[in-house]
């Protein structure tokens, strides 16, 4: 053995206590300004936010655009800068359009059928004339089932009663070139229409989507149909239909192709008026990394007012819209102090998110910050409650999407938790493909979906999800913040890493 100079040992002994040194410093640093994030601030700010005079928030109405107003002013009280080139700064304009259905109708042969009362229609919010359209029948919908059908410029009907399988096979069908969807999604009539009439008042409600100028003008979307209108338009018994799925399944590959294309007419109009709703964003520079910037998101949005009463959102999404707040101020105060962090922060809640993940969207398809600088997305959605399969998990979070594109990612949420919260992380509805879907569900998608590292952190729903009873006394501050220390923690390891966590998967 070659001898190693007392020099050399001496060195070796101070770059290792100077490590460990720095290790512990920035430790004690991330503990002190964690214990900023405390119960009381959380309250106070929840008792405003998911009060009775914000209306329950609803995008685009009165509400919303009190708590924007509550928020900015937060976000201006710590000094966070307003990065929107427009306007106050804080304030990313948001275009949506928001739609009711006008003349909606089906024809099957010499039959013509009603929305919402013989089938229903869920898509955009478009206009057409009446269109013919030529129906092809895909089965169930998997891609096996799709090939050698000439779909293009053409309606596909799918018989199938699994949300996530029919949700991939109007993706896939939208991909093939298909321009209308019937969907058969109970295999009885008694029990579509018992669906039917539960999701009445929904399906006639309001709804609000991006106005984006330039979209497609033909509609697209799904005709969700009963299994006799099915029949009507393919000239089949419904059970020749089924037994084809179970015969390609079975391995008869041609039996779907048996099943030839019929013709039927529809028309879809829609009285549409133009809306603004807005993200409110709060910019902390880095002090060494600055281009790199992590995002961090809550929505703010909520229900509103449904049939005189209050949805007023204290869990959803007011819990995690305060956390953010507080992380805000956490991160102000470090800097403040000289403490950091060494990248860019983004606190951005934004709208639309109960529309259809709207604010976020629009925010990835025009970034105030290149998206290829976007380090990683921290989303928060429902982080004050437990959720209904979780009563004896303790202190828990729901993570979704953790190791999705980072295994670094996951594995710095996961150490620290271990150093300062000690809660029990829950995987369950962590794998992109788990039937709910989760992954697709939330804000953090908009960003998944453009490649950057995301985790999703929530308490999954409860007896209260979407309801208004969906109240602050119901909150467990004392969980509350400590899910938010612990994402505030993995927040501050990713901004004052030495170098940009690493993406190893797609």
């Known amino acids: 053995m070659k001898n190693i100079s007392k020099l050399s040992v001496l060195f070796f002994v101070f770059a290792f206590t100077l490590i460990q040194n720095t290790t512990a410093q920035q430790d004690s640093l991330a503990m002190k300004y964690a214990s900023t994030i405390t119960v009381e601030d959380l309250k106070q700010d929840l008792n405003i936010l998911a009060s009775d005079a914000l209306e329950g928030r609803e995008t685009g109405k009165r509400g919303q655009k009190m708590a924007a107003a509550f928020i900015r002013a937060h976000f201006e009280e710590l000094g966070l800068k307003g990065p929107v080139k427009t306007g106050n700064g804080y304030y990313q304009d948001v275009k949506l359009k928001s739609s009711k259905a006008g003349e909606v109708y089906l024809k099957v042969g010499d039959k013509s059928l009603i929305n919402v009362k013989d089938f229903f229609y869920y898509g955009d919010a478009q206009n057409t004339g009446e269109i013919t359209s030529e129906v092809v029948f895909v089965g169930s919908g998997s891609e096996k089932e799709f090939e050698g059908l000439d779909i293009k410029g053409k309606s596909i009907l799918l018989i199938n009663s699994n949300r996530g399988e029919r949700r991939k096979a109007l993706e896939f069908g939208a991909k093939r070139g298909a321009k209308m969807a019937y969907v058969v999604n109970a295999l009885t009539d008694k029990e579509y ?17 991006l106005d984006k100028e330039n979209s497609q003008e033909v509609a697209s979307g799904a ?3 009963n299994p006799t209108t099915a029949s009507e338009i393919l000239g089949k018994p419904f059970e020749k239909l089924t037994k084809a799925i179970e015969d390609f399944k079975a391995g008869k590959l041609k039996s779907i192709k048996k099943v030839k294309p019929k013709k039927s007419y529809y028309k879809i109009s829609y009285e549409a008026k133009k809306i603004i709703s807005e993200n409110v964003l709060g910019y902390l520079e880095g002090s060494e990394f600055k281009d790199e910037v992590i995002v961090m998101t809550a929505h703010y949005d909520h229900e509103g007012i449904k049939n005189g009463e209050i949805y007023n959102g ?13 992380m805000a101020e956490a991160f102000a105060k470090a800097k403040a102090e000289g403490n950091g962090p060494r990248r ?3 606190f951005m809640t934004v709208t639309g998110e109960e529309k259809g993940l709207l604010g976020s969207e629009y925010y990835t398809d025009n970034p105030v910050f290149a998206l290829e600088n976007t380090v990683v997305n921290l989303n928060m959605d429902m982080i004050g409650r437990i959720g209904k399969e979780y009563e004896d998990k303790g202190d828990y979070i729901r993570l979704i999407g953790s190791d999705a594109l980072s295994t670094e990612l996951h594995n710095i949420n996961e150490s620290t938790n271990k150093k300062y919260t000690q809660l029990h992380l829950d995987y ?10 989760f992954y697709y569900r939330s804000d953090h998608w908009n960003f998944a979906k453009n490649g950057i590292p995301i985790i999703s952190y929530g308490n999954g729903p409860h007896a209260d ?7 602050v006394d119901k909150i467990l501050f004392e969980l509350l913040q400590k899910r938010a220390q612990l994402i505030f923690h993995t927040a501050w390891e990713v901004a004052n890493k030495d170098k940009r966590i690493v993406i190893d998967k797609e």
């Open 428 to 437: 369950t509805y962590n794998d992109k493909n788990h039937p709910e879907r």
């Open 344 to 346: 860019s922060i983004l």
């Open 193 to 209: 229409f018992s669906l039917l009439t539960r999701f009445k008042s929904f399906l006639t409600r309001e709804t609000i989507a």
């Open 223 to 225: 005709f969700y149909i």
């Open 465 to 471: 999800y979407h309801k208004p009873t969906d109240t």
């Open 314 to 326: 204290a869990d959803d999404d007011g819990s995690g819209t305060v956390a953010i707040m507080e």
